[in-house]
């Protein structure tokens, strides 16, 4: 009989309550983890290096050795810490990278102390598996209403408006935590490649879950390149938007100024990381453009900026081609708009 019990992704799904314990370094967690999951490592980034590093010169003995001191000095923190989470969830589960070392360690000494927690079978390493074959599945499916438009006419906007409202939806840049722009990611946080498949599949799900047809899922979707910062579209998400209804997004300029200053000036941003951003464009516009744009940003000439920016540098690179659209709107107002568009592509939606 084995000292702890295993389970599968798909078994654990079928629990009413389920904690998930990721015991790996911080950096990894970061760069995906399963949904909800807490982390607790069992090496931090540090350790983790140095184990690592004593495994590939082959001191096998030695990178165990380091592995144990490190996790032995944290044993009192890791018990207190799962005893709390084995009473309030009917089940606690491990995961490491592959259901190694790492959660089997941990999952040992739990079992050693009486409380009943479950290692993953496979780990992280399985749930890509099975992130990979559902969002697979999910992506045949999908029928894309596709909102495009220039840089501000608040596409992203209505898209958060239609999903209050009930509708299927899916926000890319929300998935990749990157608007999709040269300032996209002024804060740092945006996702990696595998967390942004991670969150595209839970909103590929609630949509499924929303959506009352069977085998088909038409979904709202902004308009996007196959790049969201480092994130690369599934090659079927592009398809199925080059496919798909297209609807035309317009919004008079001042209106689009107000929108870009309220997205991207909120007041956490460092103003040093717009100047940043602005200085990547040189080469794609004048020095002097640029100078004169910092000038006019420390002068506080935000508006000014923006609606520069618009006219010179995005507006020029895209055009839309009106008969290529299902639809046109114009965005005055952000919850007429998205109401307009919900009822024009789900008449019958309740």
């Known amino acids: 009989m084995p000292m702890y019990e295993t389970i599968t992704y798909q078994e654990s799904l079928k629990s009413s309550s389920q904690l998930f314990i990721d015991v790996r370094s911080e950096a990894e967690y970061a760069k995906d983890h399963l949904p909800g999951a807490i982390s607790l490592p069992v090496l931090d980034n540090a350790s983790r290096a140095k184990v690592g ?33 084995h009473q309030d969830f009917s089940q606690t589960i491990l995961y490491c990278s592959r259901g190694g070392y790492r ?27 099975a992130v990979i074959d559902q969002l697979d599945q999910l ?57 942004f498949e991670t969150h595209l599949l839970l909103q590929l799900q609630e949509a499924q879950a929303r959506c009352p047809q069977k085998n088909t899922l038409p979904v709202f979707i902004e308009g996007e390149s196959a790049h969201i910062g480092h994130c690369v579209l599934p090659k079927k998400l592009q398809d199925q938007m080059k496919k798909g209804d297209k609807i035309l997004i317009e919004a ?14 909120k007041e956490d941003i460092d103003p040093q990381s717009i100047k940043n951003c602005l200085n990547c464009l040189r080469g794609r516009l004048s020095d002097q453009r640029i100078d004169d744009a910092i000038e006019a940003f420390d002068q506080g000439q935000i508006d000014q900026v923006i ?25 005055l107002n952000t919850r007429q708009c998205a109401e307009d568009i919900g009822h024009d592509f789900f008449p019958d939606w309740k």
């Open 53 to 85: 590093y004593l495994y590939k010169s082959g001191d096998i003995a030695q990178a165990k050795q380091v592995g144990i001191n490190a996790m032995s000095q944290k044993l009192p923190q890791y018990f207190a810490f799962l005893q709390s989470c």
């Open 103 to 129: 959660s089997s360690s941990l999952a040992a000494l739990c079992y050693s102390l009486g409380l009943h927690i479950y290692k993953l079978d496979g780990g992280y390493k399985a749930y890509r598996h």
């Open 139 to 195: 992506l045949d499916q999908v029928q894309a209403i596709t909102l495009h438009g220039f840089t501000g006419t608040g596409k992203t906007a209505i898209l958060k408006q239609l999903h209050q409202m009930g509708y299927p939806v899916i926000d890319l840049e929300g998935c990749a935590q990157h608007k999709g722009s040269l300032f996209g990611d002024l804060k740092g946080q945006a996702r990696s490649q595998k967390g």
């Open 252 to 265: 008079p300029m001042d209106r689009r100024v107000q929108i870009l200053k309220a997205d991207y000036l």
């Open 307 to 331: 609606e520069g920016l618009c006219r010179s540098y995005y507006d020029p690179r895209y055009s839309y081609k009106a008969k290529a659209m299902a639809k046109q709107y114009t965005n």
